[in-house]
């Protein structure tokens, strides 16, 4: 399958190699291995037949972030094995039902009431979802997630992280796996890299708080900014444009 860009047109398994390359080269730059990453390919707004494409070309993981959106793509593409499903956006609780009953991974738990929810559907389907705290180290407005952005020097900003760590990991079928963040929009790879690199160092410090879950996975970097958030630790990289072009919508 053929994709624009640059006003050329390259196939997705060339793009896919294209990125892989580009994530091996990150991980050598501070010795870590490529094997500790996984690409999330980010398929929103593409079809079915991109995601085969990708598949084929060898991916695994594939990311959504609308319900409705996920919910059919996903069962026009049961049929391939092993394909995970990471939800990665901010999920609505009157819309969580599909996310409950077929997503492997949930990278938004950005409030105590979506665990809560998906908590009572999960244990209706007998299934459990590894997640990851949706944290906003940026301090912009427009994005989700625990509110971060002063969390070395503001103690109301950790207890309140802290108690709704509590409360989540009270939830049994929420499996706790690390933190999800977002850049900032345009802003300098100075200060994308800070917040990358702030949000391992919270991780690092939850993990001493709470030992008890498990705090290794960090889901950050996007086509314009993965390789700076490789060299800060991510462990899963969301990658849409990169390996599909750019969206219609
Ligand atoms: C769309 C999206 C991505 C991928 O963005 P690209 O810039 O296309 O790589 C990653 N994470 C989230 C939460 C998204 O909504």
Same mark, same amino acid.
């Given at each position: 399958?053929?994709?624009?860009? #640059?006003?050329?047109?390259?196939?997705?398994?060339?793009?896919?190699?294209?990125?892989?390359?580009?994530?091996?080269?990150?991980?050598?730059?501070?010795?870590?291995?490529?094997?500790?990453?996984?690409?999330?390919?980010?398929?929103?707004?593409?079809?079915? $037949?991109?995601?085969?494409?990708?598949?084929?070309?060898?991916?695994?993981? *594939?990311?959504? #972030?609308?319900?409705?959106? *996920?919910?059919?793509?996903?069962?026009?593409?049961?049929?391939? $094995?092993?394909?995970?499903?990471?939800?990665?956006?901010?999920?609505?609780?009157?819309?969580?039902?599909?996310?409950?009953?077929?997503?492997?991974?949930?990278?938004?738990?950005?409030?105590?009431?979506?665990?809560?929810?998906?908590?009572?559907?999960?244990?209706?389907?007998?299934? #459990?979802?590894?997640?990851?705290?949706?944290? #906003?180290?940026?301090?912009?407005?427009?994005?989700?997630?625990?509110?971060?952005?002063?969390?070395?020097?503001?103690?109301?900003?950790?207890?309140?992280?802290?108690?709704?760590?509590?409360?989540?990991? !009270?939830?049994?079928?929420?499996?706790?796996?690390?933190?999800?963040?977002?850049?900032?929009?345009?802003?300098? !790879?100075?200060?994308?890299?800070?917040?990358?690199?702030?949000?391992?160092?919270?991780? $690092?410090?939850?993990?001493?708080?709470?030992? !008890?879950?498990?705090?290794?996975?960090?889901?950050?970097?996007?086509? $314009?900014?993965?390789?700076?958030?490789?060299?800060?630790?991510?462990?899963?990289?969301?990658?849409?444009?990169?390996?599909?072009?750019?969206?219609?919508?």
């Amino acid at each position: 399958m053929q994709v624009a860009y #640059n006003g050329g047109m390259i196939s997705i398994a060339d793009r896919i190699e294209q990125v892989q390359a580009r994530v091996a080269l990150a991980a050598q730059r501070v010795d870590r291995s490529a094997e500790s990453i996984t690409i999330v390919a980010v398929s929103k707004t593409h079809s079915a $037949d991109a995601i085969r494409a990708a598949y084929a070309a060898g991916l695994r993981h *594939f990311g959504e #972030n609308r319900s409705g959106e *996920f919910e059919q793509k996903q069962a026009k593409l049961a049929d391939l $094995d092993g394909l995970q499903w990471h939800f990665i956006g901010h999920l609505q609780t009157r819309q969580s039902l599909p996310v409950a009953q077929h997503a492997d991974q949930f990278h938004a738990v950005d409030r105590v009431k979506i665990a809560r929810r998906l908590q009572r559907q999960l244990d209706q389907f007998g299934r #459990n979802l590894p997640a990851y705290l949706e944290v #906003n180290l940026s301090g912009e407005t427009s994005k989700y997630g625990f509110a971060c952005d002063q969390w070395e020097t503001d103690t109301r900003q950790r207890e309140h992280l802290l108690s709704a760590v509590a409360t989540i990991a !009270d939830l049994p079928r929420i499996e706790m796996r690390g933190l999800m963040t977002m850049a900032p929009w345009g802003a300098a !790879d100075g200060v994308i890299r800070t917040v990358f690199r702030r949000t391992a160092r919270l991780r $690092d410090w939850l993990q001493e708080e709470r030992p !008890d879950l498990n705090w290794n996975a960090l889901s950050m970097g996007m086509t $314009d900014d993965f390789e700076l958030a490789i060299e800060e630790g991510a462990t899963h990289l969301r990658i849409g444009r990169a390996i599909f072009g750019e969206r219609e919508t």
